[in-house]
């Protein structure tokens, strides 16, 4: 039986420190002893050291196929990683893994097991979650299941195997400010998932900063659910709900019925409350507002209106 064939995805940014060994020392043999033909996908992401030549230095280009993508500048890791999927040819399947050393190479049999029972998409959770940002980290997750975005799995990493029918339906999408986990979960496919122990870098320094994760979380919020969009609307309705039947009381028992519960309401309460009514208009106005802005905003994604996981046909006679 003929092998069948499988990409590995390397995204790179300045990891000339530690991207040869990497390659050379920790995936080279672990791939030698597993029975499929890997393709190599580089995806060097402007790196201003020395990470391509140490690329093309290494033993891993003689000894499987490996296509290098060098951009002109640094795009970021999300691209990164959809480039390399639009790149992965024809092969039955993508493991997607990054060339720090943090993901375990050993667990890539693992995740083939999976594939071959069956699963789509096979996903490596972080088993201790090593991370300088475990609030910020739990706070997302958090944030995301509130705002009912689908699939996503706390601890869950980029470290992920994909069938050939999810790439393809991925490589469909259109839109720019991407988050690859994100929309891998939105695709609906059925996901495995292996725990795992992330590594110390074996080199070099994280290049995701506190800025820059601030910044995936909310691109996350926009682009994943509409919920952050109409939360306002929400807080409108909750403000003219609270302030009209109590300014109708105000006008009614203080000046319609001559106060006769002795209550004395200022005209400063009265002012309050008809501001608060107007605010809550306003909100609510924002809010229908937002829903037009929202179907806007999916258009503009332009994603596929469905994604089927499988279809048979029969021939019927007389059909």
Same mark, same amino acid.
């Given at each position: ?80 990683? $959809?480039?390399?999927?639009? +790149? #992965?040819? !024809?092969?039955? %399947?993508?493991?997607? /893994? @990054? ?103 074996? $080199?070099?320094?994280?290049? +995701? #900063?506190? !800025?820059?994760? %601030?910044?995936?979380? /909310? @691109? ?100």
């Amino acid at each position: 039986m003929a092998k069948r064939s499988v990409s590995i995805l390397l995204p790179a940014y300045n990891e000339a420190s530690g991207i040869k060994h990497f390659l050379d020392q920790e995936l080279s043999p672990t791939l030698k002893n597993l029975p499929y033909n890997f393709n190599l996908i580089i995806v060097n992401d402007g790196s201003t050291d020395d990470t391509l030549a140490e690329i093309k230095s290494s033993s891993v280009i003689k000894q499987f196929q490996t296509t290098i993508i060098s951009f002109t500048k640094n795009f970021g890791k999300e691209i990164s990683m $959809s480039a390399g999927l639009k +790149y #992965s040819g !024809k092969t039955a %399947a993508v493991i997607m /893994l @990054d060339c720090d050393g943090q993901h375990p190479v050993s667990a890539i049999s693992k995740m083939l097991a999976k594939w071959e029972n069956g699963a789509k998409i096979v996903t490596a959770i972080d088993l201790h979650k090593r991370t300088k940002h475990k609030l910020g980290s739990k706070l997302f997750y958090k944030m995301m299941r509130l705002t009912n975005s689908p699939g996503i799995h706390e601890g869950a990493m980029d470290f992920r195997l994909l069938d050939r029918s999810v790439v393809t339906e991925f490589n469909r999408f259109t839109e720019h400010n991407r988050i690859t986990r994100g929309l891998i979960d939105w695709l609906g496919f059925p996901q495995e998932y292996i725990k795992v122990s992330t590594l110390k870098r074996a $080199s070099g320094t994280p290049t +995701y #900063s506190t !800025k820059k994760l %601030a910044a995936l979380a /909310l @691109d996350s919020f926009v682009s994943m659910s509409t919920t952050p969009l109409i939360f306002f609307g929400y807080v409108g309705i909750f403000i003219t709900l609270v302030s009209l039947p109590l300014g109708l009381f105000i006008l009614i028992e203080q000046y319609i019925l001559g106060d006769p519960l002795g209550l004395d309401w200022s005209g400063a309460v009265a002012m309050s409350l008809l501001i608060s009514f107007l605010v809550g208009l306003v909100l609510i106005s924002q809010s229908i507002t937002a829903l037009y802005i929202s179907h806007i905003h999916a258009e503009a994604k332009n994603r596929p209106l469905y994604v089927i996981d499988h279809s048979k046909s029969s021939n019927l006679k007389g059909a």
